[in-house]
């Protein structure tokens, strides 16, 4: 009982929180490069004055932009047999609007995908990875207008033919569903791009946002399919499996309301259509969305190849004392601690058994191969005065989600295709803008001001997981 030798083993990055170099060779701001450094408490902020003195993360990152050989040497030596990232579409439309692409832009992703494939890695590209252009998000209030499917599609186009030779597995909008949550920070999500104000109905922009990307999402996919029908098109989801706090009705269904706020993204990108639930929600609200019959039937028609997701921790949620007939989800109200589990120093509660239960959930309802392009611990590392970090804690956590990983594939018969933990090298969090929390199998010396050497140095973790891949799992038993 082994997992298939096919099975892609990698490591997984995005752009935004790698490259830095934001404004060189044509690149124009995206919103990531608006995006202040935060903390754990305190949350980032979009800034439109880059001149203000601030820290920027994505304007430096781990200057990947000009380490990727360097980089790629020590991944290869990893033995990793696919690489995640994104593309930039600043890089490659730096308003958003263009007719034209900077080519530029389109040599920089050239060469880092010739890169990969000359040492044995298949790339693995997210097209929208939380950095759209910030002329979108200026011009036209991002995802809240149609207009931005034209812009979107365009992008994926030109990129689908350029690198259709390179590139098989594609992903459309990384973490689409975590706009679900839309009250979270400043913009109701940085992929939709709609900064946030009072005036506004947010939940309703949120659904009209998600509409149009949905939308851009199956365009995209059918476009793929004509210009290289091998073409492996996903989605990706944020996967985290919500479960009640008491076995009382009231519980369980809250879990369920919350399990379909969260997932029917999900619905529509892999069968196609909207559940029933979210029409009724929508309707009994009179919000009149733009939803036209040709989107409709598009939606239909553009279905993924695969569901790529991402999985860190399970959610546990507890009912109100009085709940509306619709039993609203609003994650940072319902959200309870889960007493079973251990956390994280981030507050992310620690579950291998919710990875396998995810990838059950999934498989039954989609009937499709899943790729688990992000897992990992956000963690604190220290180097050791002999250059050593003994992360043994990451390797705990790896082992013990991969193990639950290889259960859902030998025992459940699970459909897994490839698993690529996050941050695989040291980079800028996403949530939090720091680069103190590390989730590389590689440090990289770099404060959270963008100080430091930049020095790369292998962690404890690069060889558990060097021979982990070597053996295809078999180190760890089941
Ligand atoms: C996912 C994102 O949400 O989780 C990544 O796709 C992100 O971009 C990762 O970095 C981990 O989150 P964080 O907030 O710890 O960086």
């Given at each position: 009982?082994?997992?298939n ?34 903390s ?5 902020k ?49 308003n958003g ?14 060469d ?6 000359k ?17 979108l ?8 207008n ?7 599609t365009?992008y ?8 259709k ?30 900064i ?6 947010n ?15 199956a ?15 996903g ?12 076995s009382?009705?009231?519980d369980i ?10 997932y ?5 990108q892999?069968?196609g ?15 009149n969305?733009?939803?036209t ?6 939606l ?33 109200k ?20 919710g990875?396998?239960?995810s ?9 499709k ?12 590392d ?7 970090i003994k ?40 949530g ?38 070597h053996?295809?799992?078999?180190n760890?038993k089941?």
């Amino acid at each position: 009982m082994e997992i298939n030798n096919n099975f892609l083993w990698g490591g997984a990055v995005a752009a935004n929180q790698v490259e830095g170099a934001w404004n060189v060779n044509g690149k124009g701001d995206s919103i990531a490069d608006h995006l202040t450094a935060g903390s754990q408490n305190t949350s980032r902020k979009i800034v439109d004055d880059l001149s203000k003195n601030l820290n920027f993360p994505s304007h430096y990152g781990i200057d990947f932009y000009n380490t990727y050989k360097q980089d790629i040497r020590l991944l290869a030596n990893l033995g990793l047999k696919c690489f995640r990232t994104s593309i930039a579409w600043s890089r490659i439309f730096p308003n958003g609007d263009e007719e034209f692409p900077n080519e530029q832009g389109l040599e920089f992703y050239d060469d880092l995908f010739d890169e990969l494939i000359k040492n044995g890695m298949t790339p693995i590209v997210t097209l929208s990875h939380f950095e759209m252009p910030y002329h979108l998000v200026k011009k036209y209030h991002g995802w809240k207008n149609r207009k931005l499917i034209d812009f979107f599609t365009n992008y994926a186009k030109t990129v689908f033919t350029r690198y259709k030779d390179k590139v098989h597995y594609w992903m459309t909008f990384n973490e689409i569903n975590n706009q679900s949550n839309f009250n979270s920070s400043d913009a109701l999500f940085s992929n939709s791009g709609i900064i946030k104000n009072n005036r506004d109905n947010n939940e309703k922009d949120m659904y009209q946002a998600a509409h149009y990307e949905l939308v851009a999402s199956a365009k995209a996919v059918a476009i793929a399919h004509k210009i290289n029908p091998d073409f492996k098109i996903g989605c990706m989801l944020a996967m985290a499996p919500i479960y009640p706090n008491t076995s009382n009705p009231k519980d369980i269904f809250k879990a369920e309301r919350a399990t379909q706020t969260r997932y029917w993204f999900g619905d529509v990108q892999c069968i196609g259509s909207y559940p029933s639930w979210l029409k009724s929600y929508q309707n009994n609200k009179g919000w009149n969305l733009d939803v036209t019959p040709s989107d409709i039937a598009i939606l239909k028609t553009g279905t993924v190849d695969y569901i790529g997701m991402s999985y860190y921790m399970s959610m546990t949620v507890k009912s109100k004392e009085k709940e509306n007939n619709y039993y609203s989800f609003e994650e940072d109200k319902d959200k309870v601690k889960n007493s079973y589990l251990d956390e994280s120093d981030w507050g992310w509660q620690i579950d291998p058994i919710g990875l396998r239960y995810s990838l059950n959930w999934l498989n039954d309802r989609y009937h499709k191969p899943i790729f688990i392009v992000e897992n990992g611990l956000g963690a604190k590392d220290s180097v050791d005065s002999d250059d050593k970090i003994k992360d043994l804690y990451r390797i705990k956590y790896l082992k013990s989600h991969i193990s639950e990983m290889k259960k859902a594939i030998l025992c459940d018969g699970v459909n897994v295709i490839g698993y690529t933990p996050w941050g695989i090298i040291d980079l800028i969090s996403a949530g939090t803008g720091e680069m103190s929390k590390r989730y590389g199998v590689i440090y990289v010396d770099q404060n959270d001001q963008g100080e430091g050497s930049g020095r790369r140095l292998l962690k404890n973790s690069y060889y558990w997981y060097q021979q982990t891949i070597h053996c295809n799992a078999s180190n760890i038993k089941i």
